[in-house]
């Protein structure tokens, strides 16, 4: 933390739509009164209704984004969301195993919306294999966690099989969340050293919500920047993306999309 500011690093890709990837994480940092910094994985060309076209950074910029920030900067938190291919994950892997990295969240963006494979196999494989066992937390939805896992979720009790596995891995904590299944109520679960948490919400209505996952990691890494441990970071989080939720905007044609500027924290939940 340099002059009681703290500092938090999102490596992802850039949304042109301004509601997901590295532009929602800046977002969410401010919000939390975090000093946001960012190294970008991808460009994109998308919008609220469609993703045109993705443009990887090559490996070795990715490399160059990350050490010029923590060569400079005291992050106290880091965070991953797409990683765009398994060159770029095995880059990252190995920047995080030579340096004194900070605590870091882990976004496992590897299945879209619609099913699709954003990693090939192999890029999974990585993810799986050599970035989790470095994630003080991973926050997979349903369909990243039985890629990651390779088990079907459709329970809540397949929520809790695929975090045992998961954490099994060599991550510290994992939070597989729910939103996928069906019911009135959004229910993830958490697993941790020495404790296991269902944390349940009611569904908001007026979906689909473009950039939840990104928004919900990004506070996650800012609350943890904080000084926060887990599973007070996550609750946190937790309140902070069902305000979001609440709020979200119409501004395109498509998904809705959050709005952090807007955040009104409740009284006694101030970052």
Not at 133 to 142: D, E, G
């Amino acid at each position: 933390m340099s002059g009681g500011v703290p500092i938090a690093l999102t490596i992802a890709g850039s949304d042109s739509g301004g509601g997901a990837g590295v532009q929602m994480d800046l977002k969410v940092f401010a919000a939390l009164q975090v000093f946001g910094t960012c190294a970008i994985t991808a460009l994109t060309a998308q919008n609220t209704v469609e993703v045109r076209g993705a443009w990887e950074a090559p490996p070795d910029f990715l490399r160059a984004q990350v050490e010029a920030v923590l060569d400079d900067l005291p992050v106290g938190a880091a965070k991953t969301g797409m990683l765009s291919s398994e060159q770029v994950v095995r880059a990252l892997v190995d920047l995080i195993e030579r340096r004194d990295f900070p605590p870091l969240v882990v976004d496992p963006v590897v299945v879209a919306k619609d099913g699709t494979h954003l990693l090939s196999d192999e890029g999974i494989a990585v993810v799986r294999d050599r970035l989790l066992p470095l994630a003080a937390i991973a926050t997979p939805n349903v369909p990243e966690a039985e890629a990651l896992a390779e088990v079907s979720i459709n329970s809540r009790e397949d929520l809790g099989r695929a975090a045992e596995k998961l954490r099994g891995l060599g991550c510290d904590w994992v939070l597989v969340k729910g939103g996928h299944l069906q019911g009135r109520e959004v229910t993830d679960l958490l697993l941790g050293p020495d404790q296991e948490q269902a944390l349940s919400s009611p569904r908001v209505p007026g979906g689909p919500f473009h950039g939840t996952g990104c928004a919900f990691s990004a506070a996650i890494a800012a609350y943890i920047a904080r000084g926060r441990a887990v599973p007070e970071a996550v609750n946190q989080a937790r309140e902070f993306l069902q305000n979001l939720l609440q709020g979200a905007l119409s501004p395109g044609q498509g998904a809705r999309v959050l709005h952090p500027q807007l955040y009104s924290p409740s009284k006694g939940s101030q970052p």
